[in-house]
């Protein structure tokens, strides 16, 4: 669960000073949150499946870590 917490972590840290750096250039912030968005909508399906796989992997890591640690028992 520690590496999940801190996979989180990293994602939203890495998604504020996207936003910082974009506000501190004068940038306002909406305008910094459409682009963060707008990336995301320009996505093909086969990035879309590799950006979700990416994402699952850590979840999958700590299910097949707790069910190897139940099975262990």
Known sequence: MKIL?????FAALTMFI??????LSGIRLSDS???FYSVFRTTTML????MISFLLLPVVQVAASAVKRRRSR
Do not use: R
């Open 33 to 35: 949150l459409h682009s």
């Open 18 to 23: 996207i936003i910082v750096v974009d506000v």
């Open 47 to 50: 990035e879309t499946v590799c």
């Open 5 to 9: 917490s801190i996979y989180i972590l």
